[in-house]
């Protein structure tokens, strides 16, 4: 019986190491596609998520500022946006 040769990605089976060796390039070139696009799309999961997060927190800060302002109206009032850009004055207000 004669020799095969088996592609030790996807183990089809070849007459000859170069016809096997041929397979594994390109058996690994898929396998390396594949998993960028996996890495792509995991990315964007994630930034989807962390935009989700972020929102919901600046939804949270503005319902926390705007009570807040209701119980103190006498205090200093400060436009939400301005808050981000002084974030001592953020943390001196909530923390
Ligand atoms: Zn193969």
């Known amino acids: 019986m004669a020799e095969?040769?088996?592609c030790s990605f996807c183990r089809r089976e070849y007459d000859d190491p170069v016809s096997r060796?041929?397979?594994?390039?390109?058996?690994?070139?898929?396998?390396?596609k594949e998993a960028e696009s996996e890495r792509k799309e995991r990315l964007i999961k994630?930034?989807?998520?962390?935009?989700?997060?972020?929102?919901?927190?600046?939804?949270?800060?503005?319902?926390?500022y705007e009570?807040?302002?209701?119980?103190?109206?006498?205090?200093?009032?400060?436009?939400?946006?301005?808050?981000f850009s002084d974030f001592g004055l953020l943390k001196s207000l909530f923390m």
């Open 4 to 6: 095969k040769f088996k």
């Open 21 to 32: 060796a041929q397979c594994e390039i390109k058996c690994d070139q898929a396998k390396k």
């Open 46 to 64: 994630e930034q989807r998520a962390r935009k989700h997060e972020i929102n919901d927190m600046a939804e949270k800060l503005r319902g926390l």
């Open 67 to 83: 009570a807040y302002y209701r119980d103190y109206s006498s205090e200093m009032w400060i436009e939400v946006p301005d808050l």
